[in-house]
């Protein structure tokens, strides 16, 4: 489960990917109710076995069940769900994203976290040519990227801003910002 919103008194909004259909956006009718038999199941960054019905505008959540808990919400982490579903569109299902969305559980550090949506944006095909990294990060970065270094990377807060600001650069470069 990637991100939830409320709608309505009692109703939520929520985006999941899957391997089979990739993202989708389904509504938990009735969730925020005490009673609701939904509840506990449906928590941000778990994986989750779900029981879906179509609706006129979305999915409908019948019935829900908690494979393993959520990832805590920290900053890293909600971070890369804000750049998946900004990337991500409804009903196209991708088999490596959806393994990057798998092994992000067992992400643990920023570098984790960067490398991650680097690899996403090289599986959507976004991520420029070696040669044009430099004209998106520093030279340090990009030989990171390209596994030409393995120093200690992301140690201040000036790297990890100079690294999303390279990956603003290439989304806008692409039309995705």
């Known amino acids: 489960m990637l991100a939830a919103y409320d709608r309505g008194e009692a109703d939520r909004c929520i985006t999941f990917f899957t391997r089979d259909f990739g993202r989708v956006d389904a509504v938990a009718k009735g ?10 199941h449906l928590t941000l960054f778990s994986r ?3 029981l879906l019905t179509p609706g006129k505008e979305y ?5 829900a069940e908690t ?6 919400p920290e900053a890293p982490v909600q971070d890369f769900v804000n750049f998946l579903l900004a990337l991500t569109v409804s009903g196209v299902p991708d088999s490596r994203i959806w393994e ?4 992000m559980r067992g992400a643990k550090s920023r570098e984790d976290f960067f490398m991650n949506k680097i690899y996403v944006l090289e599986t959507l095909g976004i991520l420029p040519a070696q040669e044009k990294l430099k004209y998106f990060f520093s030279p340090r970065a990009c030989a990171y990227i390209v596994g030409m270094s393995r120093d200690k990377f992301l140690e201040n807060e000036e790297e990890v ?5 390279g990956i603003k650069k290439i989304l806008s470069a692409n039309h995705m910002v």
Request: proline content about 3%; glycine content about 10%; aromatic content about 4%.
């Open 31 to 40: 969730l925020r109710v005490i009673s609701s038999k939904l509840r506990g």
């Open 67 to 72: 494979k393993d808990g959520g990832l805590p």
């Open 161 to 165: 801003l100079l690294i999303a600001l």
């Open 48 to 50: 989750v076995r779900l």
């Open 100 to 103: 990057v969305i798998i092994s």
């Open 59 to 63: 999915w409908r959540i019948l019935d």
